[in-house]
């Protein structure tokens, strides 16, 4: 992992090794010491996505000329394969600083962030995702927290009020009520998980275009997904 975390430092060829390598290695160790059957549903997907991600990467190497298109992939890959680590081992959480001691708590609140917004009618859902892009592209200045922009939009929503149209800038970059259906689809375990990314900063067209990558390439190892298929 220490070599991983400093990816800029390292050649290519060996961080898209380790990357492939290190999901892989945490997931033996959660399977084998029965740490798996103790995780949540929404947690299992993360460490899928994991895999997934890993392989992707240690596929890129030899057809892209630079480590830095998958930063953030990279970046990502080994905040989580760090928490992991330290599932299977408490104890040595001293071995993994990569991990993220506030993690628990951005679950939970993915958890509940799910819960709101699942609750909200589709065009209110739908103007979620567009007011949170637009902060991510930075067509709104300033960061936006995802619970925040969600209790607005439950609060408008029940008082029986409708969303703003889309600008012209959403039409051209995402479009809401489809992206809606596009989530929804997604196993529920999943959902969770891209609210976790959102809420830390993932574009949600991103975030739910890398969900369903990430499924179809859990199925190389094997991993059933419920009954998802890419529509």
């Known amino acids: 992992m220490d070599v991983l975390a400093c990816w800029r430092l390292r050649?290519?060829?060996?961080?898209?090794?380790?990357?492939?390598?290190?999901?892989?290695?945490?997931?033996?160790?959660?399977?084998?010491?029965?740490?798996?059957?103790?995780?949540?549903?929404?947690?299992?997907?993360?460490?899928?996505?994991?895999?997934?991600?890993?392989?992707?990467?240690?596929?890129?190497?030899?057809?892209?000329?630079?480590?830095?298109?998958?930063?953030?992939?990279?970046?990502?890959l080994c905040v989580d394969v760090a928490h992991f680590a330290v599932r299977c081992e408490p104890g040595r959480a001293e071995q993994w600083p990569e991990a993220d001691p506030a993690r628990d708590g951005d679950v939970a609140c993915a958890v509940e962030s799910l819960r709101q917004y699942a609750a909200l009618p589709v065009v209110w859902r739908a103007a979620v995702l567009r007011q949170m892009q637009r902060h991510r592209r930075r067509l709104l200045p300033g960061p936006a927290a995802l619970g925040d922009v969600l209790a607005e939009a439950t609060k408008h929503a029940a008082a029986g009020e409708r969303p703003p149209p889309p600008d012209y800038a959403d039409l051209r970059t995402i479009d809401g009520p489809e992206l809606v259906h596009r989530i929804a689809f997604l196993p529920r375990p999943w959902q969770v998980e891209v609210m976790r990314r959102i809420a830390a900063g993932a574009d949600p067209v991103r975030a739910e275009s890398d969900a369903g990558c990430a499924i179809d390439g859990v199925r190389d190892y094997g991993v059933r997904v419920g009954s998802w298929s890419r529509r």
């Open 11 to 76: 050649d290519w060829a060996t961080i898209a090794g380790l990357a492939g390598d290190a999901p892989v290695m945490v997931w033996d160790a959660l399977t084998t010491s029965g740490v798996w059957e103790t995780l949540p549903d929404h947690e299992r997907a993360a460490l899928h996505w994991c895999l997934a991600d890993g392989r992707r990467i240690s596929r890129a190497w030899p057809l892209s000329t630079g480590v830095e298109e998958y930063r953030p992939q990279i970046v990502a």
